[in-house]
C-alpha cells in the first residue's frame, strides 16, 4: 500500500508507543518519516525496528537549542513535509502536596513549552495543505488524583493547538490534537513504573474504559493519521481515543 506515497512527516517523540506506531504506518505506507527521540536505548531500537528508510534523530524537546537543531535538520534532510506530529510527551505522577517545583518544570518544559516552540521552529518547512497533530490526553478534562500537573500541561496543549489552528490557517495548514486515554504503550503514560504497576495500571485501564479494554498504539496511530491526512476539512478538533471513557459512556460488561 502507497497511501503515503511522497509525503514526508516528522514525528516528535516518535522511538516507542504510540508515536512508533504513526512511523510504522507511515513508513509501511510509503513515506519518508523523520522522528525524534531522547533515549539512545530507544533510538537505537526504533532504527533497528524501522530500518533504513526512516531518519532517527536524537533531540530533546524540552532544550530549545534542541528545537533549532531540528528544524535545521528536517530542512537538510527532508525539505519540506506535510505531517508533524508533535508527540513528546512525560508524566511524572505525585499527589499535589508531594510535587516538586524540578517536576513541575520538567513536564511543562516537555509537554507544553517544547510543543510550542516545536510548532514555531517548524511551521516554515510544513508545506501549504500539510497538517499538525498533537498528541494530548483525555487527563485534560478529568480530575484525576496525582496527574494534576499532566493534567495541566495538557490542557495548555489543547489550547496551543486551537490558537495554531486560527495562526495557520492563512498557510493553509490545519491543526489538531488526539486525546488518547489508556493505551498500551511500553511505559503506559508515565516513565518508572514497576511490572507490577504496569499491570495494574492496565488493569485499571480494562476496568474503567466502557469499551472493556484499553485501546492499541496502532488505534492512536490510525486517528492521529486520519486528521493528519484525511480530514481536509477538519481543523481546530480534540478527537478522543479512549474507548468513550472521557464521553460519559457507562456499559455492562
Known amino acids: ?69 531540528l528544524a535545521e535538520t528536517v530542512s537538510e534532510k527532508l525539505g519540506e513535509i506535510d505531517y508533524l506530529f508533535v508527540n513528546a510527551g512525560i508524566s511524572e505522577l505525585a499527589p499535589f502536596d508531594h510535587v516538586t517545583e524540578e517536576s513541575y518544570d520538567r513536564q511543562f518544559a516537555v509537554n507544553a513549552k517544547g510543543a510550542f516552540f516545536t510548532v514555531q521552529r517548524l511551521a516554515p518547512v510544513i508545506r501549504q495543505g ?19 500537573v499532566y493534567s495541566a500541561t495538557k490542557a495548555a496543549l489543547r489550547s496551543m493547538s486551537q490558537g495554531f489552528a486560527a495562526e495557520l490557517l492563512p498557510k493553509g495548514i490545519r491543526v489538531n490534537a488526539i486525546s488518547p486515554g489508556f493505551v498500551k504503550t511500553p511505559t503506559m503514560g508515565s516513565a518508572g513504573l514497576s511490572p507490577e504497576e504496569l499491570a495494574a495500571f492496565e488493569k485499571e485501564g480494562n476496568e474503567l474504559t466502557p469499551m472493556g479494554r484499553i485501546g492499541t498504539p496502532e488505534e492512536v496511530a490510525t486517528a492521529a493519521l486520519f486528521l493528519a491526512a484525511d480530514a481536509t476539512f477538519t481543523t481546530g478538533v480534540e478527537l478522543a481515543v479512549d474507548g468513550g471513557l472521557a464521553q460519559g459512556i457507562t456499559a455492562e460488561h
Open 1 to 69: 500500500m502507497n497511501k503515503y506515497a511522497g509525503k514526508k512527516a516528522v514525528i516528535t517523540g516518535g522511538t516507542i508507543g504510540m508515536g512508533l506506531a504513526i512511523a510504522r504506518a507511515l513508513r509501511d505506507g510509503g513515506a519518508e518519516v523523520l522522528l525524534t527521540g531522547r533515549n539512545e536505548k530507544n533510538l537505537a531500537e526504533a532504527r533497528a525496528d524501522l530500518g533504513d528508510g526512516v531518519h532517527v534523530v536524537q533531540s530533546d524537546t524540552s532544550v530549545l537549542a534542541d528545537i533549532t537543531a
Open 130 to 148: 500539510g497538517a499538525v497533530v498533537f498528541t494530548t490526553s483525555i487527563a485534560n478534562v478529568m480530575g484525576t488524583p496525582s496527574m494534576t
